[in-house]
């Protein structure tokens, strides 16, 4: 069965400084991996997704994840944090049928 | 494209009573997602749709709940009696087929029962 486990429930960092978001998965088969973000009182947006092609994913907002299947980790990273990042966010996997698994959410914390 | 739209947007009824919420997909896309999000259990999936037709219910906590999809651009799920452990943000989301992996989720319908 697929699974993810984001390692955080909460981070937080000044504006300006790198952004680290922890995720590590579990799954059968080659995974479908996304980061969603989900700002207060609204849905949830897709920041990325991974598909067996690129291992480095761009998104949107200047955030990246790198998939590394020996660590079973899909983190994400922004180079330089803003204060309009500060949200919650899902890392997620697919299983097969498409069927989406959430993680628990890391809510990031942005300081001016 | 409007994107999904969800209604309505907060919901507060008392205990007992029948609560229906709606959502509109986003044209083309053909399976449809039903969600509840609490603190206590993050986000849940409760149903999905391919092509209208339920594929996935063992998320629906009891019999209480029921959803149906009765054409490609709107589905409902209902509350019937509505209980204050039904207290979430319920969202609708959309995806272009199934096993294509990406979706697009509406804005939520934050419910209140009393």
């Known amino acids: 069965a697929q699974s993810v486990t984001q390692l955080d429930s909460h981070v937080s960092v000044s504006e300006g400084t790198p952004v680290l978001l922890r995720c590590n998965y579990s799954s059968s088969y080659s995974p479908s991996l996304f980061w969603y973000v989900q700002h207060p009182n609204k849905g949830l947006q897709l920041l990325l997704k991974?598909?067996?092609?690129?291992?480095l994913v761009k998104g949107i907002n200047g955030f990246e994840a790198e998939f590394k299947k020996s660590e079973t980790s899909f983190h994400l990273t922004k180079p330089s944090a803003h204060m309009s990042d500060a949200a919650e966010y899902f890392c997620v996997v697919s299983d097969q049928g498409g069927k989406l698994i959430f993680g628990q959410g890391t809510e990031l914390s942005v300081k001016p | 494209d409007a994107g999904v739209i969800q209604s309505p947007r907060h919901e507060v009824t008392e205990m007992g009573q029948e609560v229906t919420l709606r959502c509109k997909p986003i044209s083309g896309h053909n399976s449809l997602f039903w969600y509840r999000q609490t603190m206590m259990r993050g986000l849940e999936l409760l149903i999905y749709?391919?092509?209208?037709?339920?594929?996935?219910d063992s998320g629906m906590p009891e019999d209480r709940f029921s959803a149906k999809m009765p054409n490609a651009s709107f589905s409902t799920l209902k509350i019937q009696p509505s209980e204050p452990r039904d207290s979430a943000v319920y969202f609708c989301?959309?995806?272009?087929?199934?096993?294509?992996?990406?979706?697009?989720f509406g804005p939520g319908t934050r419910l209140l029962v009393l």
């Open positions: 989301a959309s995806s272009f087929r199934a096993g294509e992996g990406t979706q697009y």
């Open positions: 991974y598909t067996s092609a690129a291992t």
């Open positions: 749709f391919n092509n209208n037709v339920p594929i996935d």
